[in-house]
């Protein structure tokens, strides 16, 4: 690995952690701002060695809150630029996370998930799922991805800047410690494979600057950057497609917050992505998602071919915006829903409300602080069918 | 489809004594330069307390889902805390490879097949203790060599290493393979 360009196509062993890293610098992130937390201390690591030899900005700031502000001000001056925490630290990004839902700035904020509540521990998890959804006040979709792999935080974290950058709006990579620790083989594609996606800016839509209106024209708005000539005003009050927040209407207020959320939730076919196996004349089914997957499709292969148990597998690549159509596409009538989660059963919610009419039961399978082994998973599976 | 056979790698000693440089060496030999898949994990929080350090690497031609070892072929303990918390964990007839001088206290025998390598004092005969990983690595070697090419392994070593010390890495290395060969497997 060379320290001053882009990962080069080729084979690589890397940690998850430095994967995605890499995986920002690929999508042209050259901002990183952050606060060290175990266990998402080594993307930080890595992007400190590696953005100020790619003429990048690494700042390390006081504390979660500002590290996270940092990247609304980047984002607003034309660059692509993340953050990565854990747990803790992700519930202290909670306030920007709002702040840029409202003000529609494209930004990435990786989550090394560790379990809680408080400093709970420094093993792995998946207790944020929720918080990643509803955890920053006010109404306004969100979009966050569950990497599985090495390669997934590489893939993942290109995903999560473009999404950004096309939705006009944050990003979440939810992973966890299970997966920004372990090595494993990282395949980097020739140049040119790889689609980057970049803002859409008032000038790629012929507008200028008298007649650009940064939060209109369009669903997801063109996003002026500074000094380009055009009038930006980043407000997250409620406002008027001009950005004027001085004649308040209930009507105004609908239609600004109702567009964010619609943006997104509008738009989840094509947001969203899920991965299935063996789900050709299952009769139940095992849905999963991140590092559990791994211990997931395990279990159910095993299942199958040990016991003959018609079990499919459903990995959600993207918890929000939540699949629903394509669940209940996928499912029209199914036995027993198996979700296993390193929580108490939290996507077994949003799960267990699409598939209310679809499926017999819905049955979490939950662990505290570290990955199921599968023997866990099938002893759940064939005490619940046999 | 075909589940492949997993092949699983446990390394367990104290911290410093390269344990979690060694799993990363095999990882990368297998996967950059043997073609194969695996996963290299290493001891994190509640089992790194005390002064245990532990690595493995699971192999597997085809996908390597679940990431940890579930039966180890093999276990290197460098030490008896290492010895005493991974040995039954290690499948019937898989490779057990230990420092005599370290590990005093064995299960009784019969279960699986023993290599007792005194990689301390053969890492001294290179100058110095810190090779010690890399002698366990290459008596590893010369049990598995069904299963990587020395130069796979050699090209991840040349990756992991500061450039000067790759010679006496190297030596380290022929070492504990020569060792294994000449004292059990009577090669040279």
Known sequence: MSNNEILKPGVYYLQGAQACLEGAITAGCRVYAGYPITPATEIMEHAAHRLPRLGGRFIQMEDEISSASVLLGASWAGAKAMTATSSPGFSLMQEVISFA?????????????????????????????????????????IIALSPASVQDMFEFTIE??????????????????????????????????????????????????????????????????WGEGYNINHVSLVHHEDGNVTRYNPKVHFENVARIHRKIEDNVDTIARLETRELEGCRHVLICYGSVSRTGIEAVLEARAERGIPIGFIRLHTLWPFPERQLRD????????????????????????????????????????????PEMILARIYEELQ | ?????????????????????????????????????????????????????????VVSEGDINYPYVRNADVLIALSQVALDTYIGELKEG????????????????????????????LAHETGDLKYQNVVALGALYALIRDRIEKASLMEALKQSVPPKTIDTNMAAFDKGKRYVQSHFLRET
């Not at chain 1, 409202?102 to 799922?129: A, F, H, K």
């Not at chain 2, 898989?94 to 590990?103: E, K, R």
């Open chain 1, 160 to 225: 999560a800047f473009n999404l950004a950058e096309r939705w006009r709006t944050p990003v979440l990579v939810m992973a966890e410690e299970t997966v920004a620790h372990m090595r494993e083989r990282l395949i980097v594609p020739a140049p040119g494979t790889i689609p980057i996606v970049n803002r859409t800016k008032p000038q790629d839509m012929g507008i200028a600057p008298e007649h650009y209106l940064p939060y209109g024209h369009a669903q997801v708005p063109p996003m002026a950057t």
């Open chain 2, 1 to 57: 489809m075909t589940r492949q056979q997993r092949f699983e790698i446990r390394i367990a000693g104290f911290g410093g004594q390269g344990v979690v440089t060694i799993g990363r060496i095999l990882g990368t030999a297998f996967s950059v330069f043997g073609g194969k898949n695996s996963v290299n994990t290493q001891s994190y929080g509640p089992e790194s307390r005390g002064g245990a350090c532990r690595s493995e690497v």
């Open chain 2, 94 to 121: 898989g490779i057990l490879v230990f420092d005599p001088d370290a590990v005093t206290t064995l299960p009784p025998s019969g279960r699986f097949l023993r290599y007792a390598v005194p990689t301390v004092a």
């Open chain 1, 101 to 141: 839902i409202m003000t529609e700035t494209p930004l990435v904020i990786v989550d090394v998930q560790r379990p809680g509540p408080g400093q709970g521990y420094i093993t792995t998890g998946q207790e944020d799922v929720m918080q990643a959804r509803w955890g920053h006040h006010g109404e306004g979709s």
């Open chain 1, 330 to 373: 996928l499912l029209p009538d199914v036995g027993v829903v198996f979700v296993p989660e390193m929580n108490l059963g939290m996507m077994a919610h949003p799960i267990m409300e699409a598939l209310r009419d679809r499926c017999r039961r819905v049955v979490s399978i939950p662990s505290l602080g570290s990955l199921h082994s």
